[in-house]
């Protein structure tokens, strides 16, 4: 059995229900798979609706790791562009880069 959904990037996209994953987290699920096109991992948000019909008709179903739980962030907004941009101006933007960035020295 095929279905039909989408990526960002290629659009459209033919699937084998065996190549979609559903996902349960806390109080959210969502639907992922490998897109068949650009190979990018498309996750897509899940009702209750989704999840009794996705598990009705088989589809392989995981709980998420907490680690790699989606965080959501809020929109790009103009102001964050301007900052950005201000930062790049600066001989320190690199260092200041660095240390937003969580570190990987646990091999994660
Ligand atoms: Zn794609």
């Known amino acids: 059995m095929t279905v039909r959904s ?7 996209v033919t699937l084998d229900l065996q190549d979609i994953v559903l ?4 109080g ?3 639907y992922e798979f490998t897109c068949p096109q650009c190979r990018d991992l498309v996750r897509k948000p899940a009702s209750d609706r ?15 790791h907490p ?4 965080t959501v962030h809020a929109p790009l907004q103009p102001e964050d562009v301007l900052k950005l941009h201000q930062l790049l101006e600066t001989d320190t933007w690199f260092d200041v880069l660095v240390a937003l960035t ?6 994660g």
């Open 28 to 30: 959210e699920a969502w």
């Open 67 to 70: 680690e790699r739980i989606p």
């Open 23 to 26: 996902v349960k987290a806390p």
């Open 102 to 107: 969580p570190s990987t020295a646990d091999g």
């Open 6 to 12: 989408n990526c960002l990037v290629c659009g459209d």
């Open 50 to 64: 989704d999840v009794r019909m996705l598990h009705a008709v088989g589809i392989r179903c995981r709980d998420a």
